[in-house]
């Protein structure tokens, strides 16, 4: 019997070690405001794949092999990352680790991401990709300066009453608590800049915020 018994807690021992590499492997992360996305990313470009294979990413510390997907990409726009064009992008090979589906259609997205030490771009779900014709007019202008403006900002997720700032240099995103979406109002038509105060503030407007500006200004 109490060999039976200590079987029984080794294989729970095993189940529960195997299952929580497994949780471990799991995706999850909090959504991100897309000026977050773009201050926080090594690369944000606009371009569409025109190829997609399956390709050896070496192996893991157990010696199974390691596999990617290879996006191969046609960069239509950069907008942040190296001096070089973006050819290929690399993301896992299923959603349970955080590997993004992007179409061979001819859509067009907004992709934002890392640069690994090789030089290659590597995407996951945390990462803010959209097609590109499901931006805001906002938002593809303010890839061009604005949200690089506001990089000093901090733009805190409010999904609950109470929420407040804890400093002068942040902004509360509040889509999710007064609209229920994640990308709602602010996420589409809004910045947070840092002012000449170095408080910082939502902007709304289709010119570069002015030296001094009033909260939710939109000229």
């Not at 606009?46 to 050896?56: F, L, N, P, S």
């Not at 990413?57 to 973006?86: E, H, L, T, V």
């Not at 910082?200 to 030296?211: D, E, F, H, L, T």
């Amino acid at each position: 019997m109490t060999w039976t018994v200590n079987s029984c807690f080794v294989t729970l021992a095993i189940l529960f070690l195997w299952r929580g590499e497994e949780v471990a492997e799991a995706c999850s992360c909090s959504p991100a405001h897309p000026q977050e996305a773009f201050c926080h990313s090594d690369v944000v470009i606009r371009g569409k794949v025109v190829g997609v294979q399956e390709v050896d990413a070496g192996n893991d510390i157990y010696g199974n092999p390691i596999k990617r997907i290879k996006y191969d990409i046609k960069q239509i726009k950069m907008f942040k990352g190296p001096s070089d064009d973006i050819d290929a992008i690399y993301t896992a090979p299923t959603s349970a680790v955080c590997g993004v589906t992007l179409e061979k259609n001819g859509k067009e997205y907004l992709i934002t991401g890392k640069l690994k030490d090789d030089g290659t771009m590597h995407i996951t779900l945390c990462d803010f990709i959209q097609p590109w014709d499901e931006l805001s007019e906002t938002q593809k202008k303010s890839l061009t300066q604005r949200y690089e403006m506001g990089c000093g900002c901090k733009i805190t997720r409010c999904t609950s009453i109470p929420c407040m700032v804890s400093s002068p240099a942040e902004c509360l995103w509040t889509d999710w608590l007064i609209e229920k979406k994640v990308y709602g109002g602010q996420a589409k038509h809004f910045a947070c800049i840092k002012r000449s105060d170095d408080s910082c503030a939502w902007y709304r407007g289709s010119a570069p915020p002015k030296k001094e500006f009033m909260d939710i200004e939109d000229p």
